[in-house]
């Protein structure tokens, strides 16, 4: 099993940004793949971006030239880096990890181990 812990959510205004940490208990770099996630009210959960063991990633399409994905693998933190924020991406932001099954850049598999989620609220 893997704990999640997200970080690093808060208030901000449109256009600005925001750095969301993910602290995973244990290594995930050769097991686990690794990825955020968000809900807004009243919305399903959708993916945000995943990352595989090469560090190789997949951005949602509409979010790509805004958000960015790392991972630093000593620290067991992954990172996503939100910029020019807007008020539609105010939500839940998730982390999220399952077992290495196929290929980590499948925005459709399922996530076993989930954080408890970090708030973005963008104001306008």
């Known amino acids: 099993q893997v704990q999640l812990v997200e970080s690093g959510g808060g208030s901000v205004q449109s256009g600005g940004s925001l750095r969301l940490p993910c602290a995973a208990s244990?290594?995930?770099?050769?097991?686990?793949?690794m990825g955020w996630f968000r809900q807004a009210p009243g919305r399903e959960r959708e993916p945000v971006a995943l990352i595989d063991h090469q560090g190789r990633t997949r951005t949602a399409d509409y979010l790509k030239d805004r958000f960015t994905l790392s991972q630093d693998n000593a620290k067991n933190t992954l990172y996503l880096q939100m910029n020019s924020l807007k008020t539609e991406d105010t939500a839940m932001y998730l982390c999220?990890?399952?077992?290495?099954?196929?290929?980590?850049?499948?925005?459709?598999?399922?996530?076993?181990?989930w954080g408890q989620g970090t708030q973005v609220t963008v104001s306008s």
């Open positions: 244990r290594s995930t770099s050769s097991n686990y793949c």
């Open positions: 999220a990890a399952r077992r290495w099954i196929g290929s980590c850049l499948d925005f459709s598999r399922q996530y076993d181990y």
